[in-house]
Every structure is written in C-alpha cells, then in structure tokens.
C-alpha cells in the first residue's frame, strides 16, 4: 500500500501486474478491500496480463476524506483518478470501475479522451432520469445512518435480496460487514456525497469511440439492467455480458482479460 497526495486529499494505492495499463475504480462505501470480498473480478488473474491499479477513492478505504460533498461526485473523482494518474505519470491507460467506478470511469473517458485506450464498465449504477430517485434514497440513508449509525445501515442492505447471481452465495454479505468499519459521518458524508453525482450526458458518453466492455447482471434496482442497455447503445465500440446466475458472473474475468489482452 502506498499513498499520494492529490487535488487536496492523500489516496491509498497499489499497483501490480504486467502488460497494458488498467485503472480500476471501486464502488461506492466500497475500498480495495470490500471488492476482494465481493470478487467480481479476480484481479490477481488480471494481473498475470495487465499492470492494475487500484486505489481507495477519497473518503473510501484508507484515503482520506474531504467534507465538499462535490467531491464525491463521478466527475470530481474522475478528475481524482486522471490526477493520480498524473502524479505516476501515467500517460494513457484503460479506466475500469464497478458502480461508482464506473461512473468515475466515463467521466474520466468524458474529461480525458485522448487519454484512455478502453472501458472495462462493471455494473452500471442509476443514471440520467433515474438518477434522481436514488440520488433521494441516498440522502435518506445518509439520515438513517446519522441516527442509528452503520451496523444498523448494513443490516437493513442485508435483509434485501442480493443481485440475482449472489443468490444463494455468501459473498455480498462478506463484502457488506467490511464496510462496518465506517464511521458514521464518513458513511453519511459517502451517500450525501452520491447524491450530487451522475453519468456525463448521453451526447458526451456516445462520443467516445474506445473498445469498451459492459459487465452487468439483474436483480438490482441500484444497478439496472437498463442502464447498461442504454450505455451500449450509445458507446459505438461495446459489447455487453449480461449476468443473472453465479456461473455466468464467474465468467466476467475471462470476458475482463480476453478484452484486456485484445487491445
């Protein structure tokens, strides 16, 4: 682990592997950690043939956190990750991110073009119209956790259904009790934050002319199908992996590296 200041904030990072250059972002009250509990991608396979790099987005993980809710809108962590990016001089790289990092990664493509080689899109989070109904049950979590703090947070996430390939499997709740280690104002300030946010507009993201790979599955109102529907009617050079079961989720690093390694 190591850590760099940017734009005002230290951020925790790490970077492995070989071969082409990926740039991962995490989801939401999400960190390094909480994605290897969950396991959407294997990125220790990753990185047998790409170089990764992750890090804890400000105010997620180990990072430091900021209290300008503005700052954790997609286009000012978009503008985080190019910066750290900058500071590893890192010229030009493929941006990945799952929810929120996905939403930081079209900003990112959006802000920077001439700068990213490809898109590794993971569950595609609320955008455009449908943004504004969840940018409200983010503000009325945030309320909750001030007044009953985390773990009762976490618990009541836990009594939903989990996105339909987790069904039966234990990862979404090992992947939920690491986030129990927030502090209630850090996790209030994170969904506050959430609900300044959303996708660039459609003009902007059906611009970006990059080989671009959506991972999505069904079952999540917080990340609809839908949503991943439109992006890859919109990006020119896509192509969409839709997951419903555990096998099919199974699959999304060997969809990851064959992408990877082709461009």
Known sequence: MRELGVRGVDLDYDIAGDGPMLVWGHGLSGSRAHDDALGLLDFGRLQRSCRVLRYDARGHGTSAMTGDLQDYSWASLAAD???????????????????????????????????????????????????????????????????????????????????????????????????????????????????????????????LSQPTLILAWTGDPGHPATTAEELAELLPNSELCLASTWDELQRWTDSATTFLTSL
Do not use: K
Request: charged share 15%.
């Open 81 to 207: 990750q190019l910066a750290l990016a900058d500071r590893l001089t890192i010229d030009s790289y493929i941006v990945g991110g799952a929810s929120m990092g996905c939403g930081t990664a079209l900003h990112a493509a959006v802000q920077a073009s001439e700068r990213i080689e490809g898109l590794l899109l993971v569950i595609p989070p609320t955008g455009w119209e449908t943004r504004q109904a969840q940018a409200a049950v983010w503000s009325q979590l945030a309320a909750g956790v001030e007044a009953n703090g985390v773990d009762a947070f976490i618990n009541g996430v836990l009594e939903l259904e989990s996105p339909d390939p987790f069904l039966g499997h234990s990862e979404w709740e090992e992947s939920l009790n690491v986030q129990r280690q927030m502090s209630p104002e850090q996790l209030a300030t994170l969904l506050r934050g959430a609900a300044t946010a959303d996708l660039p507009d459609r003009a902007a993201i059906g611009s």
